[in-house]
């Protein structure tokens, strides 16, 4: 259980430290109708939920805390820890991630029994012609189960799509198919978003995802960036 205490001090120090130059930081909250695990394609909760996080980028570095709260006796009470770094290789943009999932599934957020260590690597080649940008990527996921969850490996075919519709306004769009190589399933889902800048720092955010093993979800939020 190193994997805890090595994570929280590599965010607490990438959070607080002036070492990097150029950074911003994010707020962001949302209300939505539910909770999907879209990696597996599972309902966290199918009644509606809160979550939000802050996020702090310094150039191509990026640590991220999130959180989401669900009506009692679901298993939608969940904190995360994430670490990204993105980057391009010729026309390759890609990204690798390490996150810690504090997950309850009836024990307790702070008892690691059910937590998840999630490693990733993406690569997209982004195709963009006037306000419209089209990414084939292509993600391979680790789910290493802490103690009581199974441990998965993940391939995730897909594409992206973001839209510049107006200087305030945006529509972007994701489809991956994930495919689980050990227990042998895929899982479709897909998402779409749509924002909107009311201040210089304020956008308002209009969400919705869905699964082929599930039933769709929408949310409304806010991401203020400082």
């Not at 205490?5 to 130059?21: C, E, G, I, N």
């Not at 966290?44 to 310094?58: I, L, N």
């Not at 690597?121 to 990414?135: C, E, F, M």
Request: glycine share 8%; hydrophobic share 40%.
């Amino acid at each position: 259980m190193r994997v805890i205490p090595v994570l929280l001090a590599s965010l607490f120090l990438f959070t607080t430290t002036p070492a990097f130059a150029e950074c911003s930081d994010t707020v962001y909250s949302k209300l939505a109708s539910g909770y999907i695990l879209k990696d597996v394609g599972a309902l966290a909760s199918d009644k509606p939920v809160v979550q939000g996080g802050y996020t702090r980028s310094c150039g191509k570095f990026t640590g991220d805390v999130w959180g989401s709260v669900g009506p009692a006796g679901k298993t939608a009470d969940e904190i995360d820890l994430s670490g990204f770094y993105d980057d391009r290789a010729g026309p390759v943009k890609y990204q690798l991630s390490a996150q810690y999932y504090f997950v309850n599934l009836g024990h307790s957020l702070l008892k690691p029994k059910d937590d998840i260590v999630e490693l990733y690597a993406d690569a997209s080649i982004p195709l963009t012609h006037g306000k419209v940008t089209v990414a084939p990527l292509v993600r391979a996921v680790q789910m290493i189960g802490v103690r009581d969850l199974p441990s998965l490996p993940l391939i995730q075919p897909g594409v992206r799509l973001s839209v510049q519709v107006s200087e305030q306004s945006a529509l972007s769009a994701e489809v991956r198919n994930s495919f689980n190589l050990s227990q042998h399933y895929s899982n479709l889902r897909w998402s779409v978003g749509v924002s909107h800048k009311l201040t210089e720092h304020l956008t308002g955010e209009f969400g919705y995802e869905d699964t082929d093993r599930t039933r769709s979800v929408v949310s409304v939020g806010l991401r203020y960036r400082y």
